[in-house]
């Protein structure tokens, strides 16, 4: 049973947006991390904006697809600290590793195939 509908997911991508950006400050990232993290806000706003669903601005993608740009992207931000080596940086390893996991379960239990009338 999927239990985020659409709209709920919407808002909560602008939520994850919002920490994208307050994180770095919030936590004391260092520069890696902290560039990583606003390019990650930047992108994220992008793809929220412009996919197909109720809280979109331009719907050019569906909404299954970015269902399936989450499903990549939960996993890379775990790997991210190994990647861009800064795994020994206690708060931003575990703020990656949260975010890939929430990113991960939010994608698991979110309806991507929700009765969308905006989109249609």
């Known amino acids: 049973m999927k ?10 991508d602008f939520l994850t947006v919002l920490i994208f950006l307050l994180a770095p400050t919030l936590l004391d ?7 990583l993290s606003y390019s990650l806000a ?8 412009i996919s197909g669903f109720p809280v979109a601005a331009i ?10 740009v989450e499903r990549i992207v939960g996993p890379v931000l775990i790997a991210a600290p ?3 080596n800064f795994f020994d940086e206690i708060f931003a390893r575990n703020f990656y590793f949260a975010m890939g996991a929430i990113i991960i379960i939010v994608g698991l239990i ?4 929700g009765n969308n009338r905006s989109y249609q």
């Not at 239990?3 to 909560?12: A, E, K, M, Q």
Request: zero cysteines; proline letters at 7%.
């Open 3 to 12: 239990l985020i509908s659409p709209r709920t997911h919407g808002y909560l």
């Open 110 to 113: 979110t309806d991507y195939q």
């Open 59 to 68: 719907k050019l993608i569906p909404f299954t697809v970015q269902g399936w």
């Open 29 to 35: 990232l260092s520069s890696v991390p902290a560039l």
């Open 82 to 84: 190994f990647v861009f």
């Open 42 to 49: 930047g992108a994220h706003l992008i793809v929220t904006l």
